[in-house]
């Protein structure tokens, strides 16, 4: 019996789920009678434990459910709230942004592309446009083209975006599992300080980044090893003193918003498993180590003694991991000929050179690509939608699909889809796409 079978027919066969929505008092699981967990040995390599049947509460039945509070998440959970659709988002840390904030990655890549009539354009606006405006309209972001934002400030935009939209937050909380009736997802179980609860849902959007959802439901996908790093922040760069006898200019990193604080970025290492918990855990130690001898040696520096280390990004920079077999798989062909889809959701840009047909083409010269609907359906799972960085397309696309513009992009995407599915009473697949164009547009997103 496959695991999604299971979970289907232990959780929703005989009423299961005991609903207790509304309730304000406290809902404690109830387990079975032999409650203590059964170790039971293993040949090789070690041994495992088999955690009892128990009930678990229902905490919430909503419309739309949104796991993962990254650009990607934000931006579907805002865009399904919108079209009127009840929506919850869940966060396992304590901000929205992802590693946009958390990440301390600060700029809005990518903005802008080159059109068929070799003009440089804009591309990104709906959702991630009204957050980059409103950043600007703080003070809070440099650069019209590719915006570094202050991620503090960040953190507060989305956040009240969030409330103003009416979506239902639930931060320090994780998902942990699936719940399934056959080919359809009715929910998630999700893991917190208050235990593990279930949220029913009639549609989900997996904003994980590493398709944690859907690996659970059961969907087939190809696993991409990549750079990972770790990005920190100095204090005091406008007091480094170039005059002072013995300066040597210093890597330093990038300006932000505040004049007084540089972003420094970290490749890292490269061929990293995003998916093995040893080794993140290593990386983050090791990194830590590596950054703060980095930046004791700056300050042993002539004219670099009132530099400090103000933070490292409490999110590991995890680039890749999991990409989605989705129904449609966008090719490096499709974003470098102008392709055009019917179900274009929205277009993003380049920030970087490409190897195409064995030529490297420069970023000024790389035109505008269009993401369709259809990259971001799960080939066999019902009423589930994939947004942000492990949507279905060929990894050499890797360097513009797992940026923050192109995560905004498909977010937007997924979360009016999954409004419109919930007020169209279809599934996900099944919706009117002249429709999804006309309420993205509605929203501000431009289709080209």
Known sequence: MRRRDFVSKALLAGGALSLGIGCKRRIEPV?????????????????????????????AETDVLVIGGGPAGTAAAIAASRTGAETYLVERYNHLGGLWTGGLVLPLLSTHAVDKQKRNK????????????????????????????????AKYILEEMIRESGVKMLYHTWGANVIMDGNAIKGVFVESKSGRMAILAKVVIDCTGDGDIFN??????DVMNYAIGLVHRLGNVDRI????????????????????????????????????????SQLQMDYRREIWESVQKIKKTPGHEEVFLLDTAS?????????????????????????????????????????????????DERPLWQIPYRSLLPVKTDNLLVA???????????EDTRIIGTCLITGHGAGVAAGLAVKDNTIVRNIDIKRLKETLRQQGAWLG
Do not use: H
């Open 31 to 59: 387990n079975s009678v032999d409650s203590k967990p059964q170790v039971i040995l293993k040949s090789a390599p070690g041994q495992s434990i088999r955690e009892p049947e128990r009930e678990i509460p229902v905490l």
């Open 122 to 153: 804009q591309v990104i606006f709906g959702i991630g446009g009204e957050m980059s405006q409103r950043l600007a309209d703080l003070g809070m972001s440099i650069n019209v083209e590719n915006p570094t934002v202050d991620p503090e400030a």
């Open 216 to 221: 659970l439901a059961g969907e087939n996908y």
């Open 241 to 280: 003193d170039t005059k002072k006898p013995g300066y040597i200019k210093m890597e330093v990193g990038q300006p932000t918003p505040l004049p007084s604080v540089n972003w420094v970025n970290m490749w890292g290492k490269e061929n990293q498993d995003a998916l093995d918990v040893n080794n993140l």
């Open 315 to 363: 999110q590991l920079g995890v680039r890749m991991s999991r990409i989605l077999e989705g129904e449609y798989k966008l090719t490096l062909k499709d974003t470098m000929t102008f392709r055009s889809f019917d179900d274009v959701i929205g277009i993003s840009g380049a920030w970087t050179s490409i190897l195409y047909k064995g030529k490297k083409v420069p970023k």
């Open 388 to 398: 942000g960085r492990c949507f279905c397309f060929e990894k050499e696309l890797v």
